[in-house]
């Protein structure tokens, strides 16, 4: 018997220890984003299953209050929200991990511990530009630092075989082999030449995802020609093989878009897209929305989820909301809360309170104040 070892949400959606507490939270939704005055930790079970998480939580640079200043702390701190981000995930999920080099260091073995899959480092070059100001080389003895980092993460689902653990690519070999059928065949299923007998079957590290078509002729071919006492073949419930389409969502999104590197050249924020306060940033770590909306674009569709678990600006959720993505995000703190809501405010949005509901519009403006007093 073959079962998929997929995260807990991807099967059936149950309950954190959490959901006995009642929330006090208040949320402002526009579309199909809805941004949250939160603990994420409390919100994580209520959420529907991401495609895309953004996390760009704190670095471990005192860069906001209760910032560590220093990295040493940070695989503590986020811990629990990995733990969550693992068990509320699917293969479908793309995390998009943003931190300096040495908190990402801290971090990765965490990620690591919890079935995350390292798959590209991605750094943000803010140019000579940078510099201006910001460090004193001589005194430092070390270069400026003009880079951040953004890691891809995926969650890649495995398959428990008589008690074992195995991988994609274990489980398609283990499936045919069980048919019978030389494996010379599958190259004739899928009407190559030895593609398949190179790609999707191979026991080396150059495997390849074989494409939701190819699969499906694979299935439909194994279970009409294989041993019939060991249908169903490339099953997961032990009653039927898995379709084409299902195959298809066993894996992340990825979109790929011609022309872009893992180096992004862009400066920091400035101008109009800066939200200042007089002459005061009003956030020390605002990102590029250009660079937010490239890794929704890449790892996600229309309508797809989105997770912002440390919103600050909440410039996931503009994002998503430009791109037509469902955008989940949350901020625990009120007066970023309020800012973000801000920047959504020339927009028609619906405030709600904890067991509120949509037409409580009266109330919404009395409910965000006493919230953020």
Not at 212 to 238: C, E, M, T, V
Request: a positive charge.
């Amino acid at each position: 018997m073959t079962t998929a070892v997929l995260p807990t949400q991807a099967r059936l959606r149950s309950k954190s220890p959490e959901t006995n507490s009642k929330l006090s939270l208040v949320r402002f939704r526009l579309g199909p984003v809805t941004i949250f005055k939160a603990d994420t930790l409390k919100l994580y079970h209520k959420w529907p299953s991401p495609v895309v998480i953004v996390s760009d939580g704190p670095y471990g640079v005192a860069g906001f209050p209760g910032d560590d200043p220093t990295p040493t702390n940070l695989p503590d701190w986020y811990e629990s929200h990995i733990k969550a981000w693992s068990q509320f995930s699917t293969p479908l999920t793309t995390l998009w991990f943003w931190n300096t080099e040495l908190g990402w260091a801290k971090v990765h073995p965490v990620l690591e511990k919890y079935g995350w899959q390292y798959r590209a480092c991605h750094v943000w070059d803010k140019g000579i530009g940078h510099v201006a100001g910001n460090a004193n080389s001589a005194t430092l003895r070390k270069l400026p630092v003009v880079t951040e980092i953004c890691v891809q993460y995926v969650k890649e689902a495995n398959f428990n075989v008589n008690g074992s653990v195995i991988s994609m690519a274990e489980w398609l070999r283990h499936e045919w082999s069980r048919t019978g059928v030389p494996f010379s065949r599958t190259n004739e299923v899928c009407g190559v030449k030895d593609a398949a007998t190179r790609k999707y079957f191979t026991t080396s590290w150059l495997w390849y995802f074989p494409p939701p078509d190819s699969f499906q002729k694979l299935a439909d071919y194994a279970n009409k020609h294989g041993k019939p006492d060991g249908r169903p073949y490339f099953s997961i419930d032990g009653k039927r093989p898995l379709t084409g389409e299902e195959w298809k969502r066993m894996r992340s999104k990825f979109n790929c878009e011609v022309g872009v590197t893992n180096v992004w050249q862009h400066p920091p924020v400035r101008g109009p897209e800066r939200l200042k306060s007089r002459l005061k940033c009003l956030h020390s770590n605002q990102k590029p929305l250009k660079l937010v909306e490239l890794t929704i674009r890449l790892s996600s569709d229309p309508e797809d989820v989105v997770w912002e678990p440390f919103g600050g600006l909440c410039t996931g959720a503009v994002a998503a909301y430009r791109l037509n993505r469902r955008c989940y995000s949350a901020e625990i703190s009120g007066q970023f809360f309020k800012l973000a809501v801000s920047r959504l405010k020339s927009f028609v949005g619906e405030l709600y309170s904890s067991g509120g509901t949509g037409n409580q519009r009266t109330q919404s403006t009395f409910e965000l104040s006493r919230a953020l007093s």
